[in-house]
């Protein structure tokens, strides 16, 4: 651990900026949104998993009283209809085909709810059904009928040292992302090679304000207020489909109720948009849950891998091979699938890597980001081997770990930026704590370990800040990080006074207006602090340099001999209000100091994804479980997580963060998933769709905040919120292993499975 | 969600448009049963709490007049007669958690209560709701068919009917709307030393109440496993692995859904009965 900077305001445990707001209801999110004269929207969806839309005839429902506008297929001239990250596949509403039960077909704008919906009973349409593909086997099989017989537009981006993609790859294949690196012939020289299938549920967000957009268009401007991560891209995104110029679109977000990934680039807004645009008239679109759930998933996956070792258990190999299930549209499919098939192998020293990651089209909901980014998937099936390999090896699951962890610095992979944790140390924290080592053994009870990354930061991800004091000292700290019920705000309110050398409450936040608050890529990949964070510094720094530039030129000394002290400027026992200072120079009509920040990681063609890695996100897990034999019941006894803020700038803030994700975690691994039956969501509602519950959790549930201090933000301080998620799956089926013998690989591990796997081993 | 509406698209639980309804509010009972006799091509339907009753009419049920119970009289009550807990079908699954008679007489049904759903739903939810709603894996009616309760029926032609908890699943759904009844008390025996255990662990796959009285009778309700609660009777005397045997071998095929496979609820039945009846005989009387 290093020695920390001394802080005032960053680093203390203060209430969150937002907590007033929110605990007395007075927040305002995008649900709250009214403009006068507002419509509301409905959709309709389709019935059917797969099928070619032969006929659809909305005018019934364009006479209806109270209806202001009807949007079908036909109403997409002039547009460019179809949206997505990198494969530009999603349409606003169904052009030629039907993809997944829930699909788009039409929306109704009208003057109440109540109205579109009647009013999309009086839409009639026609189909063709197709051959359903209702999951990755079928996708795949030889034969299988193509959910896109065209290729759609989309581009792969540039990759740097041994990585590679493909579009389109194979049918029902939309893109393949590939690494690899080191000796080819690795395998070769090994004592043992294990080969290990896994499956991986499929969450979804269940995010509590569910999509929602308010558009209007006035005067050739489109302003929308919306729930929404990542408001800049999304401008991007809509200027394309509307071929619309960026500056004539304004995007507000207020306050967003949770996304974990899924509010991120189109969901309802082109369709507020255009219905505003068809109407004449502001539209508010707001899904229902349900149909949540019929907008975006996390990924299920299948994955194999192979792991060459040594006797002693020195890792020598790894290769595997991901299969996503990506429904119906690409969405993020292809960015997922670089950071699964990247972090498959883990971070421990391998001579060779060569992993493969497919998102595979399904007729389902169609899968994008989601807590964790391909990691939590990469995890299970990674840290789940490392423990069935020790066991074969009859070697401590620890100590395999340990012998063959990345050290403190060590490259992740060649041209990868270093570990910023010292990751034994981790593991040796939530190990103690649980009592792993010298336990002493209880039939049917039982401990796992876990060790889950990913990176903090995105890629080649840009942010901007700018701030500005008034001459009263009111600061306004202006950047795009959306408060998603992550505690931003409160973190980057907190870094603005520490270097300020203000009160946190001095800082005002405004609300994020693409019109006025300058860029950021997106309020994901836990990147706030680690690259926000940075920008907000270097913009704190900028423009506390132009306050003390002011005033040593107006006591006409040297800046060295100035600090700033809450608005006043102190030289030695002197102390002047900057107030008087400003408007002696300004009048009494005042001035506003502004300074800038920017941050970005630099390209490097050396990092195999184009820029190194901001910073790395590790959640480290221990569980210990009682299994009852007879039910498969899994009880988790104990769970404890850590995570590692380098420097916590808000510790509330970070527990907040590890535990939420470690609880989310949870309900994956035990009991939380989208169940299809053939093509059809059976619990996607919130009766039927099982999320933890406070019961649900461990009666010793600890989280072990770590501030090691080696990262890239603001005052050694890290990216969390993600990481103590990826432990949990693979530490739970370690303990279940390690307490009664049998190994469950597919999640979530119902007790169904388990029994299942108890039979399995009772019947050889 | 109702297949016609599917078929049209409509493929979202609360997607379609509640249909308009006339809404009344009596305060009486004979109010709240004048209020269900409507024309022949007309529907009616009761509301307590509310929950399942807006669950099915977004799920696409369109009553023409629905009848608010929440202020009729005598509804929600609580009382002992003649060895047997009377409780109104208007009272909430809280209060049943924490009125101080129902854990004085049945601590073990209270405490069984108390796991019911979320604090939101045991808030605003009925114990008649529970019952009425019929959905199989609702844990009203499991247990009170273990404790061998009754359900009191006040209907439109002034008479009462009495429904044993155990046979309610033989009355066809939807009788006791299309001939107005109103579910109007449960009445639960607390004499004869009985003893209940419930276990949900398993669920949505399985629940499972069991309770034994001081002569010797038990009585097995499983819930979640069955379109409808299965209840059995049973002596005490045998071997508890015997009995689960016996009872979990003679059970009707469960069901088999996403949540788990026909066999591996039947075994699981099997599993918790011998348990619960293990832990009852460990109890003693």
Redesign the interface.
């Known amino acids: 651990m290093t020695d920390m900077p001394d802080l005032r305001v960053a680093g203390v445990q203060a209430p969150r900026k937002d907590a007033r707001e929110k605990v007395t209801g007075a927040a305002r999110y995008t649900v709250d949104v009214d403009l006068p004269g507002m419509l509301h929207a ?6 059917v998993a797969h099928a070619r839309l032969t006929r659809i005839d909305a005018r019934a429902a364009r006479d209806l009283p109270g209806v202001h506008a009807v949007l079908t297929r036909d109403d997409l001239g002039g547009l460019q209809p179809t949206y997505g990250y990198f494969i530009k596949d999603q349409p606003i509403v169904a052009m030629d085909k039907l993809r997944y ?2 699909d788009p ?1 039409a929306a109704v704008a009208a003057q109440d ?2 109205t579109a ?2 009013a ?2 009086l ?1 009639t ?1 026609e189909y063709e059904e197709l051959d359903p593909v209702p999951d990755v086997a079928s996708a795949l099989r030889v034969g299988a009928v193509e959910l896109f017989e065209d290729a759609p537009m989309g581009i792969v981006p540039a990759y740097g040292r041994g990585a590679s993609a493909e579009l389109r790859p194979r049918p029902n294949v939309c893109y393949r992302f590939a690494y690899e690196t080191g000796e080819d012939d690795a395998f070769d020289h090994c004592d043992h090679v294990f080969e290990d299938d896994f499956v991986f549920g499929r969450q979804q967000h269940f995010h509590l304000e569910p999509f929602v957009t308010v558009a209007r268009e006035e005067n050739g401007q489109i302003e929308i207020w919306t729930s929404s991560q990542n408001p800049f891209p999304l401008r991007k995104e809509l200027s394309r489909v509307f071929q619309h110029p960026e500056n004539r679109i304004r995007v507000h977000v207020p306050y967003v109720g949770a996304g974990y990934g899924a509010k991120n680039n189109c969901k309802t807004e082109p369709i507020a948009i255009l219905l505003a645009r068809l109407s004449g008239r502001p539209v508010r679109f707001c899904m ?4 949540n ?2 907008t975006q998933t996390q990924h299920a996956a299948k994955i194999r891998i192979k792991t060459g070792v040594m006797a002693d258990g020195t890792f020598v190999a790894r290769a595997g091979e991901i299969l996503l299930d990506s429904g119906a549209y690409a969405d993020a499919s292809p960015l997922v699938a670089e950071k699964a098939g990247y972090r498959l192998h883990s971070l421990y020293k391998w001579r060779h890597v060569k992993t493969v990651c497919d998102c595979v089209m399904t007729n389902t909901s169609p899968a994008g980001p989601f807590r964790g980014f391909g990691g939590t998937q990469a995890s299970w099936a990674s840290e789940s081997q490392i423990d069935m390999i020790a066991r074969r090896l009859n070697i401590d699951p620890y100590d395999l770990r340990l012998k063959n962890l990345l050290a403190l610095g060590d490259p992740y992979v060649p041209g990868e930026s270093g570990m910023d944790s010292d990751i034994g140390e981790g593991l040796r924290l939530v190990a103690d704590r649980i009592g792993y080592h010298g336990r002493i053994r209880t039939p049917g009870r039982g401990m796992g370990l876990s060790i889950g990354f990913k990176d903090s930061g995105g890629v080649n991800k840009p942010a901007s800040a700018r701030i500005k004091i008034s001459t009263t000292g009111a600061i306004y700290l202006q950047c795009g990080s959306i408060e998603i019920g992550q505690g931003i705000t409160t973190a980057l309110s907190a870094i603005t006074a520490e270097i300020l050398n203000a009160p946190a409450e001095r800082v005002h936040y405004p609300d994020v207006d693409t019109d006025h608050t300058p860029f950021d890529q997106g309020t994901n990949a836990s990147s706030g602090i680690v690259v926000m964070g940075q920008a907000v510094a270097r913009a704190a720094n900028e423009v506390k340099a132009r306050v003390l530039e002011f005033a040593a030129g107006q006591l006409d000394c040297d800046v060295s001999e100035l600090t700033l002290d809450d608005w006043n400027i102190r030289r030695g026992n002197e102390s002047h209000p900057l107030n008087l200072m400003i408007m002696r120079t300004y009048g009494g009509t005042g001035f506003e100091f502004t300074g800038e920040g920017y941050h970005k990681a630099e390209m490097d063609h050396e990092a195999p994804l184009e820029t190194r890695c901001v910073a790395w996100e590790y959640g480290w897990g221990a569980a210990e479980v009682e299994v009852d034999e ?2 498969g ?1 899994i009880k988790v006894l104990q769970l404890v997580v850590s995570g590692d803020a380098g420097r916590a700038i808000n510790p509330a803030v970070c527990r907040g963060q590890d535990e939420g994700s470690a609880v989310m975690g949870l309900g994956g691994a035990l009991f939380e998933t989208m ?3 053939g093509v059809t969501l ?4 919130a ?2 769709y ?1 999320v933890p ?1 406070a019961t649900d959790l461990p009666e010793n549930f600890v989280s072990i905040l770590q501030e090691q201090g080696h990262g890239p933000g603001p005052f050694g301080s890290k990216g969390v919120g993600e990481g103590c998620m990826l432990p949990v799956a693979s530490a739970i089926a370690n303990a279940v292993e390690d307490a009664i013998g049998v190994r469950v690989t597919e999640m979530p591990l ?3 499975r388990v ?1 299942a796997a108890i039979d399995a081993r009772n019947s050889t | 969600m109702d297949h016609d509406l ?12 509640i249909a308009t309804f006339e809404l009344i509010r009596p305060t009486r009972v004979v109010d709240a049963l004048a209020a269900h006799r409507v024309a022949e091509d007309s529907s009616a339907a009761y509301m307590a709490g509310g929950i399942d009753q807006i ?1 099915r009419m977004q799920d696409g049920a369109a009553p023409d007049r629905v009848i608010d119970l929440s202020r009729v009289q005598g509804l929600t009550g609580i009382s002992e007669k003649f060895g047997a807990l009377n409780i109104g079908a208007g009272v909430t699954h809280h209060r049943i958690e924490t009125d101080p008679m129902i854990a004085s007489l049945a601590p073990d049904l209270a405490a069984a209560w108390a796991t019911f759903g ?1 604090i939101r739903v045991r808030m605003a939810g009925t114990i008649g709701g529970n019952i009425m709603a019929r959905h199989p894996n609702y844990d009203g009616p499991v247990l009170l068919a273990a404790c061998g309760a009754r359900y009191v029926f006040e209907k439109p032609d002034g008479m009462t009917s009495l429904i044993d908890a155990d046979s309610w699943p033989d009355v066809p759904p939807g009788a006791d709307a299309a001939s107005g009844a109103l579910l109007t008390r449960i009445v639960i025996p607390t004499g004869g030393d009985r003893r209940l255990v419930f276990d949900r ?2 669920k ?2 399985i629940s499972v109440a069991v309770a034994v009285d001081g002569n010797g009778g038990g009585r097995a309700a499983m819930g979640c496993a069955f379109a409808e609660p299965v209840c059995v009777a049973f002596d005490v005397g045998a071997n508890a692995g015997e009995i689960a045997a016996e009872i979990a071998g003679a059970l009707p095929v469960p069901i088999r ?5 026909s066999d ?1 609820r039947r075994r ?1 039945a099997r ?2 009965l011998e348990r619960q009846i293990t832990l009852l005989a460990e109890m003693g009387p």
Do not use: C
């Open positions: 409905k959709l309709l969806r389709s019935p039960v829930g077909i709810e109540v919906v009647r999309l009973e839409i349409f229902t849950n349900e149909e759930f019929l007879q039910t019941l169940l299809y039956d059976a619990n996607g509602n009766l039927t099982r519950l119902t007790p169904e029994l | 599917m078929e049209a698209g409509w493929v979202s639980r609360g997607h379609g448009s669950n979320n662990s398993l949505p796959v859904d996403v949540f788990a496979g591996y699981m599993v918790l």
